[in-house]
Each structure stands twice: as C-alpha cells, then as structure tokens.
C-alpha cells in the first residue's frame, strides 16, 4: 500500500502492561474518533489484570475513517483500508512478541475503534480470546448484507449500546450481533436505556471477568 493510500501508516503503536515475553493474554485497544491510543491505555487500567500485554494503535489526527460507519465506502477511502491495515500490524506485533496463540488475544473497541474491530475480526475471522465491543457496530452503508466467511467458534464476544445513542443505531449493533452470533461467536448483548454513548460499568465488569478467564486458562 502506497504511503498516500495509508494514511495511518507511520503512526505510533502504544505497549503497556505486562512484559510481552512474559504475558499470558494480549489485548489489542482501539480508540475512538477524536480520541488516543494513549487513552484507550488508561481505560485498560480499569480493568487491567496481572500478566496482560496491551498493544493500542494510533489513528492519524485521531480519527481512523473521516465520516459515519454508515456512509458509504468510498467516502471513507483510503482511510478505512489504511485503519484496517493499522490494526492488523497492532495484531501481528502483539502475536509476534509474545508468541502467544490466538485464543489468548482479544480486543477491545470503543466507539468509532468498535466499529472498525467488529469489521476486522468479521473478516479475520479465528477463535479469539475475546472481543468487547464498547458502543459500535459493522461498517457499512444502511441496507448492507453483512454476511462473512468463516467461523468465530465459541469466540466470547460483548457488545454494548445505548438505546438512544446518537452515533450507533440500535438496528446496527443487532445487525452486528445476528451475523456475529451466525459466525460462531458467544454473544453477549447489553441495551442500556437512555445512557447515550459511553462506555458502561457493566463492560468494564466484563472486561476484567474476561481477561481473569483467559489468564487462568
């Protein structure tokens, strides 16, 4: 991919936590729109767990795609691809530095880096660790058949939104859910009444239930 067609290409991919060589679980974090790797970071400490490696990547200027999950394609190019590739090198360096299996790998997305995580682990489908979807959903235009190829097979998955939110309709996180749940997928589905868009104590709850059962496997 050319440097012009990957705008997210030379921005930074943030560590914490553990020691990679000595971690038993990775986590790969993605922000939101306007929003940091570095934040995401301090998120995890909330329900951060001994013995977890965590890779956030950085969106350029902060933002991984320019419009709505929901526009189309095009209007999101090269930006979306370049988040998609982004993302993907967060997965390759936490799989490489601590060598560790896919079922010990899971992600965690809020907002606008929940959209894109929902859309990267459909395509890249395997059994994850785990995957926490704070407030997001596929991306694609309204009427979209989201239909993937391969098997998620038992992959935990939690997906959380308000039913009111003003970014993610609640017809697209059920979407989400019905094809995730199709793929295999163990999902949790939580609609919190008039709560807007944030991240919820219950995911934060989930969060850290997730990674002690990923440790203690």
């Not at 013995?51 to 990547?57: Q, R, S």
Request: charged share 25%.
């Amino acid at each position: 991919m050319a440097a012009s067609d990957d705008p997210h290409a030379d921005q930074p991919i943030l560590t914490a936590g553990a020691d990679p060589e000595a971690a038993s679980v990775a986590v790969v974090l993605v922000h939101g729109r306007g929003a940091t790797a570095r934040g995401m970071l301090q998120l995890a400490d909330e329900f951060d767990r001994g013995g977890v490696h965590y890779v956030a990547p950085q969106a350029q200027r902060g933002t991984w795609y320019p419009n709505s999950f929901m526009a189309p394609a095009e209007s999101n190019d090269p930006h979306y691809d370049s988040a998609v590739a982004h993302v993907d090198r967060a997965v390759a360096q936490a799989r490489e530095t601590t060598g560790l299996p896919d079922e010990k790998l899971a992600f965690v997305g809020f907002s606008q880096g929940a959209c894109l995580l929902s859309s990267y682990v459909a395509t890249h489908p395997a059994r994850y660790g785990g995957l926490v979807l704070l407030s997001g959903g596929f991306v694609g235009p309204e009427g979209t058949d989201f239909r993937f190829e391969g098997s998620l097979d038992g992959t935990p998955v939690m997906l959380g939104v308000s039913d009111d939110d003003p970014h993610i309709p609640l017809s697209r996180a059920e979407e989400t859910v019905a094809e995730l749940e199709r793929m295999g997928a163990d999902v949790r589905f939580d609609v919190y009444e008039g709560s807007e868009h944030r991240v919820f104590p219950e995911e934060v709850e989930y969060a850290r239930d997730l990674l002690d059962s990923l440790s203690e496997a």
